[in-house]
């Protein structure tokens, strides 16, 4: 019997967001989708990350504090429903740093430096020697979060995986310190889109690259961007065949559109010629209004009573702090750490 088979009984999400920013199409299709599909089955966790967005805001921390709201708001928007699942901000939860503090201890300098996606974040930000050590460190932490709630599931867009992988590499070495294992293993859940390009067709939609829709975004801006998109550069006539893989208006469709058969159709008349990029945009352009129309006008009236936001979260996090008091306290006793 596989050593920690005591602890399949039920699966426990926990996933979260660093509070860098409103929330965009990005994140919807990455994982915002798939916890509202979840939350129903599911025990599930969802952590508003403002420590981890402080390791590379350490020196702007009014952002993340006034980011938290914002997130709230998209989160509910976007069909969060909080007596289903337990919203909890990453500061509240002591618990999360004491773990942290003691998972640092077995992880390399070496192991931190490998991690590919801290590895392009490292690079894309411009760090080189500023680099604070918080953020080099970040995954440790998010390890931290994903046990303490003895998660075993955590819905993340593909970028997110080195994470995993490192989360379950501490839990085997950590676990093999106690007598009885005490950590779950995790495993990622990935959407079928696990990483949506940005609107200029840029490999990743992000905050920081300048290329997001954001689930706020009004009737003139979705309607501006989806006409800037890239379709077939050699498509020039419409009667011209197309290609459909690396056009942005299809590789959306895919991500957003409902009706599956009728995207099938179209990819099918674009590569034989005679189907417009106009008729395309147009049809993407719809189904991107009816998506966002509802979650911009709900959000609308969420940002309005932040004193009900946060109430929200802190209530959420009362409930966490006892989950995760009570992992850190089976940890500290697995190690032979005094527990008063
Ligand atoms: N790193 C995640 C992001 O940048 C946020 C995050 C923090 C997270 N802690 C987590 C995601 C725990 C999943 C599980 O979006």
Request: proline letters at 5%; one cysteine or more.
């Amino acid at each position: 019997m596989p050593k920690e088979s005591y602890m399949n009984s039920k699966s426990i999400i926990l996933t979260g967001d660093r509070p860098t920013g409103p929330l965009h199409l990005g994140h919807f299709v990455g994982s915002l989708r798939q916890r509202v599909a979840l939350q129903r089955d599911y025990q599930q966790f969802v952590l508003i990350a403002d420590l981890q967005g402080l390791t590379d805001n350490g020196s702007n921390p009014q952002k993340i504090r006034d980011n938290i709201p914002e997130v709230l708001a998209d989160y509910l928007a976007a069909g969060i429903d909080p007596s289903l699942t337990t919203l909890c901000l990453q500061s509240a939860l002591p618990a999360l740093a004491e773990l942290t503090a003691l998972y640092m201890n077995i992880v390399t300098v070496a192991r931190v430096e490998r991690n590919p996606t801290v590895k392009n974040e490292i690079i894309q930000k411009g760090f080189a020697r500023s680099l604070p050590v918080g953020f080099l460190v970040y995954p440790i932490s998010q390890a931290a979060d994903i046990t303490a709630f003895k998660a075993d599931r955590v819905p993340v867009g593909d970028d997110q995986l080195p994470m995993i992988e490192q989360t379950n590499e501490i839990v085997h070495k950590m676990n093999s310190l106690f007598p009885e294992p005490v950590l779950r293993h995790c495993k990622a859940m990935l959407s079928e889109t696990s990483r949506l390009p940005g609107i200029d067709g840029n490999a990743k939609m992000s905050k920081s690259l300048g290329n997001t829709l954001l689930l706020s975004a009004s009737e003139e801006t979705i309607h501006r961007a989806v006409g800037a998109m890239y379709t077939d550069a050699n498509h020039l006539k419409v009667t011209d065949p197309g290609q459909v893989t690396g056009n942005m208006v299809f590789t959306y469709l895919d991500a957003f559109h409902s009706d599956k058969a009728k995207v099938a159709e179209m990819k099918a008349h674009y590569q034989r010629g005679g189907l417009g990029d106009r008729t395309c945009k147009n049809e993407l352009e719809m189904c991107l209004q009816e998506l966002i129309a509802p979650m911009r006008e709900l959000r609308a009236t969420y940002i309005q009573d932040k004193g009900m936001l946060m109430a929200l979260l802190k209530k959420g996090s009362e409930r966490a702090h006892e989950v995760t008091q009570s992992t850190l306290q089976e940890v500290k006793r697995g190690l032979g750490v005094p527990v008063f």
